[in-house]
């Protein structure tokens, strides 16, 4: 069931889903749905249960620590194209940050719980998605250990 | 060697007068300098540099960051990291400074004419960048997309905020900026540069690439552009060695069979592609 054919489309053409096939799409264009936040809204909070990921369609999300007594701090924002969230395939599935719209964002969510049963039910769908997220994962690791080498300091501080 | 060059012995400083000085960022500020003996017309490529002399203190590459348009001055914005550059950094208006050059390879902004251009760069590599951004402005029909990409550490660390907010107003022009660390305030992107590249509205297989920044930003640079299908050839990158001459004499920014100094800075990457990646060659 595809109930919405913008999305299905969306889904499609979206660079994390090729070389999916069609049976593949449909099932998971079942689990999507269209969310929109405004600025300063949550998208998620740290701790809550991690039962969706995301696509953004448009806009911002800032994944976010809080620390008592001072500004929270942005690990990275998740801008247009982005694929948002992993916690939903790792035990205990909840949230490892907060995510909050920098501005009036539009996201595809993906429910994880209907997206998780599918997966143990069809080892084959459940390989091509997870082999998607490791892409997602490598790529977040990799711009993490750039972020924190300090790549503009002067080397000897 | 261009005209200024070729007025003057390229081994003896001229003295320049700093006629402004300007505090970029908490350690990075642009002098303005004019020819302290007799006025003279002075021109430059995008990406070339001087050799700065402060006196009594020692001698330095610095690229220039002015509008090449503008033949009256020569302007310079340097980051303080050292003992000369923190020399430079106390200096104030009327006092004098030795000049050498214009020195090096250009970017080559006329060849990228009939392309889309992109320009990666992070930290103070803005700064020997913005004189090709200025030339590709003053004749911005001749491009197809222009999209400047430009990292820094903070939001407190962004070079030339103003022109990069103008230059985004421009609606001529894609301009991205990220920063690596920020909290809660910042309503920009975090992140690091390399991925603004995957979604940078270009066409990779029509691009000329410009990038200048740290080495290791810069590699992953190069990398990230190549994925997205841009030819080796079309990306130019600038490289930084420890100089003396500046002209090919001494042997001090030697990389590989090149000379930085003469040979660059600014280099076709598949020209250094293998030597890239080798640290103290
Ligand atoms: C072709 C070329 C163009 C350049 N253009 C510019 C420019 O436009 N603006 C600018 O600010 N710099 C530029 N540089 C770099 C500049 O030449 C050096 O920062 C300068 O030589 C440092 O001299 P110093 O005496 O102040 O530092 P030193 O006393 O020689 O060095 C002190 C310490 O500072 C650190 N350091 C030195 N150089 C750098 C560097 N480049 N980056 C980070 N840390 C460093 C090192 O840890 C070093 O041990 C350019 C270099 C080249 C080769
Ligand atoms: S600085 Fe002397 S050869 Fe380059």
Same mark, same amino acid.
């Given at each position: 069931?595809?109930?919405?054919?913008?999305?299905?489309?969306?889904?499609?053409?979206?660079?994390?889903?090729?070389?999916?096939?069609?049976?593949?799409?449909?099932?998971?264009?079942?689990?999507?749905?269209?969310?929109?936040?405004?600025?300063?809204?949550?998208?998620?909070?740290?701790?809550?249960?991690?039962?969706?990921?995301?696509?953004?369609?448009?806009?911002?999300?800032?994944?976010?620590?809080?620390?008592?007594?001072?500004?929270?701090?942005?690990?990275?924002?998740?801008?247009?194209?982005?694929?948002?969230?992993?916690?939903?395939?790792?035990?205990?599935?909840?949230?490892?940050?907060?995510?909050?719209?920098?501005?009036?964002?539009?996201?595809?969510?993906?429910?994880?719980?209907?997206?998780?049963?599918?997966?143990?039910?069809?080892?084959?769908?459940?390989?091509?998605?997870?082999?998607?997220?490791?892409?997602?994962?490598?790529?977040?690791?990799?711009?993490?250990?750039?972020?924190?080498?300090?790549?503009?300091?002067?080397?000897?501080? | 060697?261009?005209?200024?060059?070729?007025?003057?012995?390229?081994?003896?400083?001229?003295?320049?007068?700093?006629?402004?000085?300007?505090?970029?960022?908490?350690?990075?500020?642009?002098?303005?300098?004019?020819?302290?003996?007799?006025?003279?017309?002075?021109?430059?490529?995008?990406?070339?540099?001087?050799?700065?002399?402060?006196?009594?203190?020692?001698?330095?590459?610095?690229?220039?960051?002015?509008?090449?348009?503008?033949?009256?001055?020569?302007?310079?914005?340097?980051?303080? #990291? *050292?003992? =000369? @550059?923190?020399?430079?950094?106390?200096? +104030?208006?009327?006092?004098?400074?030795? !000049?050498?050059?214009?020195? /090096?390879?250009?970017?080559?902004?006329?060849?990228?004419?009939?392309?889309?251009?992109?320009?990666?760069?992070?930290?103070?590599?803005?700064?020997?960048?913005?004189?090709?951004?200025?030339?590709?402005?003053?004749?911005?029909?001749?491009?197809?997309?222009?999209?400047?990409?430009?990292?820094?550490?903070?939001?407190?660390?962004?070079?030339?905020?103003?022109?990069?907010?103008?230059?985004?107003?421009?609606?001529?022009?894609?301009?991205?900026?990220?920063?690596?660390?920020?909290?809660?305030?910042?309503?920009?992107? #975090? *992140?690091? =540069? @390399?991925?603004?590249?995957?979604?940078? +509205?270009?066409?990779?297989?029509?691009? !000329?690439?410009?990038?200048? /920044?740290?080495?290791?930003?810069?590699?992953?640079?190069?990398?990230?552009?190549?994925?997205?299908?841009?030819?080796?050839?079309?990306?130019?990158?600038?490289?930084?060695?420890?100089?003396?001459?500046?002209?090919?004499?001494?042997?001090?920014?030697?990389?590989?069979?090149?000379?930085?100094?003469?040979?660059?800075?600014?280099?076709?990457?598949?020209?250094?592609?293998?030597?890239?990646?080798?640290?103290?060659?």
């Amino acid at each position: 069931m595809v109930q919405d054919m913008g999305l299905d489309k969306l889904i499609r053409d979206h660079p994390f889903f090729e070389g999916m096939d069609d049976e593949a799409l449909e099932l998971i264009a079942g689990c999507a749905a269209n969310e929109r936040f405004d600025a300063g809204q949550y998208v998620f909070r740290e701790g809550q249960p991690a039962d969706k990921f995301y696509m953004v369609r448009h806009g911002s999300v800032a994944l976010e620590v809080r620390a008592p007594g001072r500004d929270s701090i942005v690990l990275q924002t998740c801008d247009d194209g982005d694929v948002m969230g992993w916690s939903w395939i790792v035990p205990p599935f909840r949230w490892k940050w907060d995510a909050r719209a920098t501005r009036l964002s539009r996201l595809v969510s993906f429910d994880a719980i209907c997206l998780r049963g599918k997966l143990d039910a069809d080892p084959a769908l459940g390989y091509a998605m997870y082999k998607r997220f490791v892409r997602v994962i490598a790529e977040r690791l990799a711009h993490a250990r750039l972020q924190m080498i300090d790549l503009y300091g002067i080397g000897k501080e | 060697m261009n005209q200024m060059a070729a007025l003057v012995d390229p081994m003896v400083p001229a003295p320049f007068r700093i006629e402004r000085v300007k505090k970029e960022l908490s350690d990075t500020f642009t002098l303005d300098l004019v020819p302290a003996e007799r006025k003279r017309s002075i021109s430059f490529l995008p990406g070339q540099f001087n050799m700065l002399y402060v006196f009594g203190v020692g001698e330095i590459p610095i690229s220039i960051s002015g509008d090449p348009g503008v033949g009256d001055k020569i302007v310079h914005t340097t980051r303080a #990291v *050292g003992n =000369v @550059t923190n020399a430079m950094w106390k200096m +104030g208006v009327g006092q004098t400074i030795g !000049v050498r050059g214009p020195f /090096g390879t250009a970017w080559p902004v006329e060849e990228a004419e009939g392309s889309d251009v992109v320009i990666v760069t992070g930290g103070i590599g803005l700064a020997p960048l913005r004189p090709a951004i200025y030339q590709i402005l003053a004749n911005r029909q001749a491009y197809g997309n222009v999209c400047i990409m430009y990292g820094a550490r903070t939001p407190e660390d962004i070079l030339f905020r103003k022109e990069l907010e103008k230059w985004r107003g421009q609606f001529d022009m894609q301009v991205d900026v990220t920063v690596d660390h920020a909290t809660g305030r910042w309503g920009g992107k #975090v *992140g690091v =540069v @390399t991925k603004l590249i995957g979604r940078g +509205g270009f066409d990779p297989h029509h691009t !000329v690439a410009f990038v200048c /920044g740290p080495e290791v930003m810069m590699r992953y640079a190069v990398d990230t552009l190549v994925e997205r299908g841009v030819s080796e050839k079309d990306i130019h990158v600038s490289l930084e060695r420890n100089m003396k001459c500046g002209i090919g004499f001494c042997g001090h920014c030697q990389l590989g069979g090149d000379f930085v100094c003469k040979d660059g800075p600014v280099f076709p990457f598949d020209a250094v592609a293998d030597r890239f990646v080798i640290q103290e060659l």
